[in-house]
Each structure stands twice: as C-alpha cells, then as structure tokens.
C-alpha cells in the first residue's frame, strides 16, 4: 500500500501517477507525502511538498485550495535559512501572480531570485522555471527579443534532459504556449517538433502528450495541413480526457472547429466550437468568422464586438482584431474596420514578431482597399505573409492584392495574383474562400466601383424594390447594418437614392 511507502517512494509515486494523468491520485499522495515529512520534523521537505501541491491546484483552477496550500509551505519555511531552495520554488506562483496583474518588471525581478537561489543551491529545476517566468514577463511585457533569449535558455536545460520530467514538461508546454501568444511561429514550430520527440519517447506519457498534439494541432493548422490538423486536435481531445484538463480539451476542441470552418465543414465546425465553449474555451473569432462564412453578418459582427469589449489584454486583443478587422469591413463599419487595424499594427510596433506584423498589414491592406486606395493597399498587401510558412493567410493577401491590381487597371498583374491564390486555395482545400474568390473574379467584377461582396448583395436586393428590413431579414442583417451598408453604396456610386443606385446596378449589369 502507498501508506506503507517511505517518503523517496511515495514522491516516486507521486511523479509516476502525475505523469500518467492520474492528477488527483498524485495530489492525494502529495498531501500524505506532506504530512509524513511534517510528522518525522523536515519542514524543508514538507514545505516542498506543500508547494507542488498549491502550484498543481492553482494550474487547475482551485485558487482557494492552492492558495492555502502555499500559506503552509511558506509557514512551514520559518526559520528555515533564507537561501533554501525552497523558498525559491515560493517565488515562482508569485512572479506568476504579477504577470497576471501586468507587473512586468517585478515578475521579472521576482523570478530572478528564484533561478539565484536555485543556482546556490544546485536545483536545475528551479533555475529553469524561473529563466521561463523571467522570459514570460519580458515577452508579455514588450521585450521581446530579451524575453526569448531566456526562453531559448530554459529550453536548452529541458531538452538536454537536465530537468525532473514534470518540470520539463512544464518548460516545454509554457514556452510554446508563450510564443504562440506573441506569433513567433518559427520557435513555436522548432519546439512544438522537440515536445513531440520528448513525448513520442514516453509511450506512457498522458499529462502532457495531449497538450502537445493541441500545439502540435495548431502548427499544422497554420501550415495549412488541416486534415491533419483535426486527426491531432481530436487524438489532443481524447487523451487530455484522461488527464482531466478541462481547459487543454477545450483548446483542442477549437482547433478541431478553426480546421473544419476553412475546409467549408460548417457543421462539424459549429459542434467543435460549442464543445470548446462548453470545456471552457472562449469559442471567438472562430465562431463569429463561421457565421460571417454562412451569410449571418449580423451575428459575427455582435459577436465580435461582445468579445472585443470583454478582452483588454493586449495580446490576446491581437489574436481578436484580425477577424475583428474583417468582420466590421463586411458589416460595412469602415471606421470601426479601421481603428481595429489600427489597433493591431500598434501591438505589432510593440512586440514585433513577424507574424503579427503580418497580420497587421494584411488588416491594413483590406481596409485601405475598402477605401478606395488600391495603390497603398497594394504597398500593405505585398508584406504580409511573404516570408512565413503560412500559405492560406499568404493566399487570401493575393486574393486582395488581385482585386487591388483590378482597381488599379492593371488586368495582367490582377489575373496573376488571382490565379496564384486560386491554386493556393485549391491546394489546401479552402472552398469557401475559393468559392468566395470566384465570385470576386469575374469579369464584371471590374464594374463593381469597389463595392463589396456584401454591399454588391444588398444593392441587387435593394435594385429589386426590397425595403431595408426586408433586405436586413434576406441577409440576416441587424437594421443598421443595412442603413451602414446603403449609405457606403450611395458614397461609391456617387448617388443619393434608391432609384440612381438601382440604375448603376442595371447599367453596369450587376443585377441578375
């Protein structure tokens, strides 16, 4: 029986059962650790045991548990030396507490002395997940190339197999997770390649082989290997069940449904994200870009805008804005599209990575498309993407580039730009944006005075003697959206009522 255990073997069992997924069963035998050390007077090893406990119960979510159970590990260190490892290990939920609250600059200061002490002391263990939280503080707090150089540095420890496996695992998952936050999709990948190697060599491994095949999911998502993407997501989805993480179930079910929503699978997109919302994933953009691809404009733009108002983080803002960006354009709030791009080329000046960047010039691009300035959209365009392993948000700038070079008069460089991003679509199997591109490509696209997929559908409505309520029903539009979208139609066509924009839609045959 574990009871019988002596104290190395029940914190062996306790690894063992972590590991396996077996969480609560290792949390069990971490108290009964606890208390037999407590008992035999090795407060330093009871203090260790308490802290471990504290830190897994916060990781799930139980802030009043762990909370206390810090309280004993830092009471049980009284008159303990001050430079014990121990309280460096106490360090660490603090510096994760200021990254929380936006101190940056005290997380860093914090974690600091926790990798000091850990260095005096000969504890790997605590060096590097204190070089993470460091580098977490710096990143998340603008510093960027800094904060990755100590990333890079905690890595190296974990893939050398200096650290216990519990700890690696927690290097690993934090990093990647770390850079997906700021897109550095070229550390993600190097690392999300050397997790799987780790796991792939642990056929027992549960606790953090599902959280790998999520980043593993993810990477492949954003290479644009989607089948692929969702067999990793739902393979994430089954083992993460049997390590009872809500939250990881939830991330792997939303990659299942951002795969299925560009591959045109709607439904099973639509089950994804509510699974994602049900284990506690936050289902957006995803599921206001899946309404916005089923016609349902209105909803996507409520959604988006609820989620907006609720984030204030501004990285998390960032992962927003794109589908923000898009959504308002086709719900015909330009300014609002504007400000959203705006928005998200600051955050990109802050932290710099390529694939924001990216993200904030293709943002831009579309924006400044919709107003008219094919010439700077082009300009916008041609940066984003270019030199990133991301060949559906590469194809769909080309798409853009197109219609701009349309504008621009120039049909050779117009059907180039179109015909390269029509094979890219093909390609991936992206037919909703295929389909969507060869609506844009017609030949009397070119007669369209810069009107919109969805104004182009409201002008026919509106030509054919609807109202605008019952235009805003055929649409699935909320009224002011339709009242938006018609003054963006008089402001194009250089008209000022329902009878001269519906004799441009006849004229230049936009009616069918």
């Known amino acids: 029986m574990v009871s019988r255990l002596d104290t190395d073997e029940l914190e062996q069992a306790v690894t063992t059962a972590y590991l396996a997924g077996r969480v609560t069963e290792a949390m069990e035998a971490l108290q009964r650790a606890q208390e037999l050390h407590a008992r035999r007077g090795d407060a330093r090893r009871a203090s ?20 206390g159970w810090l309280a004993r590990a830092r009471r049980l260190l009284e008159g303990q030396p001050p430079d014990c490892p121990e309280h460096g290990y106490l360090l660490l939920p603090a510096a994760m507490g200021q990254i929380d609250a936006g101190d940056h600059a005290g997380a860093q200061a914090t974690a600091a002395r926790a990798s000091a002490l850990g260095r005096r002391a000969g504890e790997a263990d605590l060096v590097a997940m204190g070089l993470f939280l460091q580098g977490a503080a710096a990143v998340t707090g603008g510093q960027v190339p800094e904060g990755l150089a100590l990333l890079d540095e905690a890595m190296v420890a974990a893939v050398a ?31 999300t390649a050397a997790l799987s190697n780790w796991c792939d060599s642990q056929p027992d491994l ?100 609820r989620t907006l108002g609720e984030t204030g983080d501004r990285l998390a803002r960032a992962r927003l804005l794109p589908a923000a960006t898009e959504i308002l354009l086709a719900a015909g709030d330009a300014a609002a599209a504007g400000e959203a791009a705006g928005e998200l080329a600051a955050i990109a000046e802050t932290y710099g990575t390529p694939a ?110 609807k109202t605008n309520a019952a235009i805003g029903s055929a649409l699935h539009l909320a009224a002011k959206t339709v009242d938006r979208h018609v003054s963006n139609i008089y402001a194009k066509l250089g008209v000022s009522s329902r009878a001269a924009a519906t004799a441009y839609a006849y004229q230049h045959q936009l009616v069918r």
Do not use: K, N
């Open 356 to 465: 924001l960047r990216a993200a904030a010039d293709h943002a831009r691009g579309a924006v400044l498309l919709e107003r008219g300035d094919a010439g700077a959209a082009v300009a916008a365009l041609r940066a984003a993407w270019r030199e990133l392993e991301a060949p559906y948000e590469a194809a769909r700038s080309r798409l853009l580039i197109g219609l701009a070079c349309r504008a621009l008069s120039d049909e050779d460089a117009a059907a180039m730009e179109l015909d390269a991003a029509r094979a890219a679509l093909a390609r991936l199997g992206a037919a909703p944006d295929l389909e969507r591109l060869e609506r844009l490509a017609r030949p009397d696209a070119a007669g369209t005075a810069g009107l919109t997929e969805r104004e182009l559908e409201v002008l026919r409505l509106l030509a054919a003697g």
């Open 48 to 67: 260790r045991s308490a802290f471990w406990l504290g830190f897994l119960l916060l990781g799930r979510g139980e802030l009043a548990q762990g909370s």
């Open 206 to 305: 549960v606790t953090f082989t599902g959280q790998c095949l999520v980043h593993r999911a993810e990477i492949l998502r954003l290479g644009g290997a989607w089948p692929e993407a969702v067999e990793a997501a739902r393979r994430a989805a089954e083992r993460l069940t049997e390590a009872d993480d809500e939250l990881a179930i939830g991330a792997a079910s939303y990659q299942q449904g951002e795969a299925h929503r560009v591959l045109g699978e709607f439904e099973a997109a639509e089950a994804a994200y509510q699974r994602a919302g049900h284990w506690g994933r936050e289902p957006q953009p995803g599921l206001a870009l899946l309404r916005l691809a089923q016609g349902r404009t209105g909803a996507a733009e409520a959604a988006v805008r």
């Open 161 to 191: 197999g200096e650290l216990s496996p519990p700890v690696t695992g927690t290097i690993y998952c934090g990093v990647i997770e770390v850079c997906q936050e700021v897109a550095e999709l070229r550390r993600a990948r190097e690392w």
